[in-house]
C-alpha cells in the first residue's frame, strides 16, 4: 500500500517484490493448473477462432486486478479481459491516477494448444509512462523485470540486447496477417527482401524479452492494445533498445499510433526496420 506522502518511484522501491509475488501468485492459483488440462467449456472466442479466451484468463486478471490494487490505493486496471467487457474502462490510460496494464496470458493460443510460449504481462504507467513492468513465462518460471531508468532484468541478470551481428539478415517477428488491414499487410511485406528475415510471431511479450535478450533483432506490429506491449516495451528501452512508429516518434501506449510500429534491440535497427515500414505504407 502506498504511503500518504510517498511518490510512485518511491512505491516501487518498496514494493517491487509485492507485485511479483502478486503476479506469481496469480499464475498459480489460475494458469498453471489450467495448462494442458482445459475442458472445452474453458475456452472461448472473441472476435474470432484466433482471439481466444479462457477461464484462466479470467480469473487470474481478476485476481490481478484486486492485489494490485490492494497495493496501490487511488490506481486503477486496464485488463484486457475488462475492457472486452467494457471498452469504455480503456480510456483510463488517459487519465492522472496510475494505472496497472495487465495481460493474464499473453499468448493464449499457445496456451490453448499446450504450448509452453506464453506469459503475464504487468505494468504500471502513470500519465501515459511506463514506469515498470513484469513479464512471467510461468510454464518456464522466468521472470523479467524493469524499472523506468533502472535497467531490466531476467531472474536477477541484467539484460543488454546490443546490436546485430554484422552481415546476417535481421530476424524480425511481425504480426499475424489476421490482425493487419490491407495496408499493414503491404508495409509488413515490404520487410520480405535482403537483409531481412521476417517470421510470424508468438506471444508478444516474449517476443519483447527476446528483443531484450538480444535473442531477437526486432518486431513489427500492426496493432497497439496497451496490455501487449506496455511491459515488453519498457523491457527493451532499459536493455539498451529503442521504439518507432511510422511517423518515427516512439509508440504511446495512450494509443494514436501510426501503425506498424517497431521495437528493435538498438537504434540503427530500429531505424531500418521503420524506414521500410514507412516507405511501403
Known amino acids: 500500500m502506498i504511503q500518504d506522502t510517498e511518490t510512485i518511484d518511491e512505491f516501487l522501491a518498496r514494493c517491487s517484490a509485492d507485485v511479483e509475488e502478486a503476479v506469481r501468485k496469480a499464475a498459480a492459483a489460475e494458469i498453471l493448473p489450467r495448462f494442458r488440462r482445459l475442458?472445452?467449456?474453458?475456452?472461448?472466442?472473441k472476435s474470432g477462432p484466433h482471439d481466444l479466451v479462457t477461464d484462466a484468463d479470467r480469473l487470474a486478471e481478476l485476481r490481478l486486478t484486486e492485489d494490485l490494487g490492494a497495493l496501490l490505493p487511488g490506481s486503477v486496471v486496464v485488463g484486457e479481459e475488462a475492457v472486452h467487457a467494457d471498452p469504455a474502462t480503456y480510456r483510463a490510460l488517459q487519465g492522472d491516477a496510475p494505472v496497472w496494464i495487465v495481460d493474464p496470458v499473453d499468448g493464449t493460443r499457445?496456451?490453448?494448444h499446450g504450448?509452453?510460449?506464453f506469459c503475464t504481462l504487468v505494468a504500471l504507467a502513470h500519465r501515459g509512462v511506463v514506469l515498470a513492468?513484469?513479464?512471467y513465462a510461468a510454464a518456464r518460471d522466468q521472470l523479467a523485470?524493469?524499472?523506468?531508468?533502472?535497467?531490466?532484468f531476467l531472474d536477477g541478470e541484467r539484460l543488454f540486447a546490443g546490436?546485430?551481428?554484422?552481415?546476417?539478415?535481421?530476424?524480425?517477428?511481425?504480426?499475424?496477417?489476421?490482425?493487419?488491414?490491407d495496408e499493414q499487410k503491404r508495409a509488413l511485406h515490404a520487410l520480405r527482401t535482403d537483409g531481412f528475415a521476417p517470421r510470424a510471431c508468438g506471444s508478444a511479450g516474449l517476443e519483447y524479452l527476446a528483443v531484450a535478450r538480444g535473442e531477437l533483432d526486432a518486431v513489427a506490429f500492426s496493432w497497439e492494445?496497451?496490455?501487449d506491449h506496455a511491459a515488453g516495451l519498457l523491457l527493451v528501452e532499459e536493455a539498451g533498445g529503442t521504439h518507432l512508429t511510422l511517423t518515427g516518434e516512439p509508440f504511446r501506449v495512450t494509443g494514436g499510433n501510426a501503425l506498424p510500429f517497431t521495437a528493435a534491440r538498438d537504434a540503427a535497427t530500429a531505424?531500418?526496420?521503420s524506414d521500410l515500414l514507412r516507405t511501403a505504407a
Open 39 to 45: 475442458a472445452a467449456h474453458e475456452v472461448d472466442q
Open 110 to 112: 499457445q496456451f490453448v
Open 115 to 117: 504450448d509452453e510460449g
Open 133 to 135: 513492468s513484469w513479464t
Open 145 to 152: 523485470t524493469a524499472v523506468r531508468g533502472q535497467g531490466a
Open 163 to 181: 546490436p546485430p551481428a554484422p552481415g546476417r539478415d535481421l530476424v524480425v517477428a511481425t504480426s499475424h496477417p489476421d490482425y493487419t488491414t
Open 225 to 227: 492494445a496497451a496490455w
Open 271 to 273: 531505424q531500418r526496420v
